[in-house]
């Protein structure tokens, strides 16, 4: 049998598994949840900020290409590095999962001072829904890395006056945002095999 080929078109930011097209993590919750809407605005300075935050891990971050508004946002995340000590082991990395039939594009997949792995998501904002959503992260880490099941998550919320503020989950709160996901995503097949989705282009 051959192997499934993944692809992820970042322009369109369209993911395909053997060239079908698979809904993202945020479209599955979007469609189930439809009040998490994101306007223009908001997604381009996430964008924006999740570029830079990338820029500024991998250490070619030019600050003084910064745009004013998102200098904080990148600052509060070297804070929260700075008081989370942590080795990067992938960045803005996005995965397939080939059984459950979604993809995802994690922001970062971190390894804490005590050997534990846990995904972090940076956030403009918090909000609940960012529980189902890093259960699905969790579940497409572990579909391509069995023998490296996460055993906690952060999502980090970097502010406009350069602080954060972070929602954690131990493992039996992971575990239990992951079977969310997978409620959500059983409706998600339900609304689109009658023909009830509305179509988004903006989800990760």
Not at 53 to 70: F, K, Q, Y
Not at 80 to 91: G, L, M, N
Not at 155 to 170: I, P
Request: with cysteine.
């Amino acid at each position: 049998m051959s192997e499934a080929v993944f692809t992820f078109d970042a322009d369109a930011h369209v993911y395909r598994l053997n060239g079908a097209a698979l809904p993202s993590v945020t479209s599955v919750i979007r469609a189930v949840v439809p009040s998490w809407e994101v306007g223009d605005y908001f997604l381009q300075r996430g964008r924006a900020t999740h570029y830079g935050c990338h820029l500024l891990d991998a250490g070619t971050l030019d600050h003084d290409t910064v745009a004013e508004e998102i200098r904080p946002r990148i600052a509060a995340w070297a804070k929260f590095r700075a008081d989370f000590p942590a080795e990067i082991v992938a960045s803005e990395m996005p995965y397939a999962h080939k059984m459950f039939r979604y993809a995802g594009t994690l922001d970062r997949l971190l390894k804490d001072q005590h050997g534990d792995l846990l995904v972090a998501d940076l956030k403009n904002s918090i909000s609940p829904h960012v529980i189902p959503q890093l259960g699905a992260y969790s579940l497409l880490w572990t579909a391509n890395h069995p023998t490296q099941k996460l055993r906690k998550a952060v999502a980090v919320e970097l502010r406009d006056n350069g602080t954060y503020a972070c929602q954690w989950l131990t493992a039996p709160e992971l575990r239990r945002a992951e079977q969310t996901f997978l409620a959500m995503l059983t409706v998600y097949g339900f609304i689109q095999q009658h023909n009830l989705l509305k179509e988004s282009t903006n989800g990760r």
